[in-house]
């Protein structure tokens, strides 16, 4: 007979463990009975701690984005003088690119299930409450927090595709392919290898044109 959990066993344990199987074997390797093999477990001692596989995932998800705040040397409430909103927004975006961008299979990870975890609504929160502090009134603010949301993680999903696409020898289908002068411009800044500074460009600009909503509500 295997034996059972071990006691010394934690979630945190099982949630590395399957966070070295996703970088070793990519997104669809993680699964309780893998995780379970991993460790030396039986899948039905498994449930002990998680009781399915959509759990296991969304622990994972907590456990990437814990302590998500995007402050970095910015500044808190602690501070003397707190960061401006833009770049709290700025930081805070380019926080979680750095996350998603650590792991290989990240992307499908965070968008395996609802983002509902205490962790994963920080993102929502946080950038919500700087818009906030920037002027636009509740539903802007919950609206501009999506939009950014919804910029990085499309942001990682397009440098994981050209990452995939431009690895060993890169081929193409198109060899009529009409000249992409936007689309080549892009590449060439760095755009879709994820250029840093590109990406908090990119996210400037997003969030300047939604705080300059409330400059022109104000004079309509």
């Known amino acids: 007979m295997r034996p059972g959990p071990r006691r010394s066993l934690t979630q945190r344990d099982i949630v590395a463990a399957a ?58 409430e602690d501070a003397a003088q707190p960061a401006a909103p833009r770049e709290r927004l700025i930081a805070l975006a380019d926080d979680l690119r750095a996350r998603l961008a650590e792991h290989a299979g990240a992307i499908a990870l965070v968008t395996s299930g609802p983002l509902d975890g205490p962790n994963a609504g920080a993102f929502s929160e946080l950038a919500g409450a700087a818009f906030a502090a920037g002027g636009l009134d509740e539903s802007d603010s919950a609206r501009a927090a999506h939009a950014l949301l919804a910029a990085v993680v499309g942001q990682i999903a397009i440098e994981t595709a050209w990452g995939v696409a431009s690895a060993d020898e890169p081929a193409t289908l198109w060899s009529d392919a009409p000249a992409r002068p936007y689309g080549d411009a892009a590449g060439e800044l760095g755009l879709r290898a994820g250029d840093a500074d590109e990406f908090r460009h990119a996210i400037g600009c997003l969030v300047d044109g939604w705080l300059a909503t409330v400059a022109t509500d104000a004079t309509s």
């Open 19 to 76: 966070f070295e199987i996703l970088e070793q074997k990519g997104f669809a390797a993680v699964s309780v009975r893998g995780v379970a093999a991993a460790l030396g477990l039986t899948p039905t001692a498994m449930y002990t701690y998680f009781d399915g596989k959509d759990a296991l995932l969304a622990a994972m998800v907590e456990e990437l984005l814990d302590g998500l705040d995007g402050l970095g040397g910015l500044g808190g």
